[in-house]
């Protein structure tokens, strides 16, 4: 029996499964391309769902597909543990359940440029970055993106009930859980 832990990174372009052995050597690897939504100047965004499904893909096929060299028998395998990463600043609003009510705006979504700006030109941005370690001048932190969700989609904004990362929305799916880290 083969002990393996896996990692799955959910990126800017696509997902990715891989595992390794105790010794740290790579047994599995998958990955699966996720659409980057660009209708508009300035939009960068990923279907939530179209990522979650593709996460679920790379994770079993990873599993189904390693534990073995080419040709020789499948060696058991079990899993230990998983870790999740995800690209910085990736957001999206959802509801009371969870349902998301916007697409992944990604860290290159550049909309919300103006709010950005306009949060700069307001208040002390050297004094929020030193408490929060956001540059709020930069369209990719979530602040921006939720007043410019607020600005241009009013209807999304009075009926989010959370604002999430592309791994915090994951992970719920996966556990039913809300949870976010540092």
């Given at each position: 029996?083969?002990?393996?832990?896996?990692?799955?990174?959910?990126?800017?372009?696509?997902?990715?499964?891989?595992?390794?052995?105790?010794?740290?050597?790579?047994?599995?690897?998958?990955?699966?391309?996720?659409?980057?939504?660009?209708?508009?100047?300035?939009?960068?965004?990923?279907?939530?769902?179209?990522?979650?499904?593709?996460?679920?893909?790379?994770?079993?096929?990873?599993?189904?597909?390693?534990?073995?060299?080419?040709?020789?028998?499948?060696?058991?395998?079990?899993?230990?543990?998983?870790?999740?990463?995800?690209?910085?600043?990736?957001?999206?609003?959802?509801?009371?359940?969870?349902?998301?009510?916007?697409?992944?705006?990604?860290?290159?979504?550049?909309?919300?440029?103006?709010?950005s700006l306009e949060l700069?030109?307001?208040?002390?941005?050297?004094?929020?970055?030193?408490?929060?370690?956001?540059?709020?001048?930069?369209?990719?932190?979530?602040?921006?993106?939720?007043?410019?969700?607020?600005?241009?989609?009013?209807?999304?904004?009075?009926?989010?009930?959370?604002?999430?990362?592309?791994?915090?929305?994951?992970?719920?799916?996966?556990?039913?859980?809300?949870?976010?880290?540092?």
């Open positions: 029996m083969m002990d393996v832990v896996m990692g799955v990174d959910m990126g800017t372009t696509g997902v990715r499964a891989v595992l390794f052995d105790r010794d740290g050597a790579q047994v599995g690897l998958a990955y699966e391309e996720v659409p980057m939504l660009c209708t508009q100047p300035g939009m960068s965004e990923l279907d939530p769902e179209a990522v979650f499904r593709a996460t679920l893909s790379v994770m079993r096929r990873v599993l189904q597909e390693s534990g073995g060299a080419a040709g020789a028998p499948r060696v058991p395998m079990t899993l230990q543990a998983i870790g999740f990463s995800t690209q910085m600043h990736s957001f999206l609003a959802v509801d009371g359940e969870g349902t998301p009510l916007t697409n992944v705006l990604t860290w290159a979504d550049s909309r919300p440029l103006p709010q700069d030109r307001r208040y002390d941005a050297a004094d929020l970055y030193r408490r929060t370690g956001c540059r709020v001048q930069h369209p990719s932190y979530p602040l921006s993106k939720i007043l410019w969700l607020k600005a241009t989609r009013p209807d999304a904004f009075a009926a989010a009930r959370r604002f999430l990362t592309l791994k915090s929305y994951v992970l719920f799916r996966l556990y039913g859980v809300f949870v976010a880290d540092r």
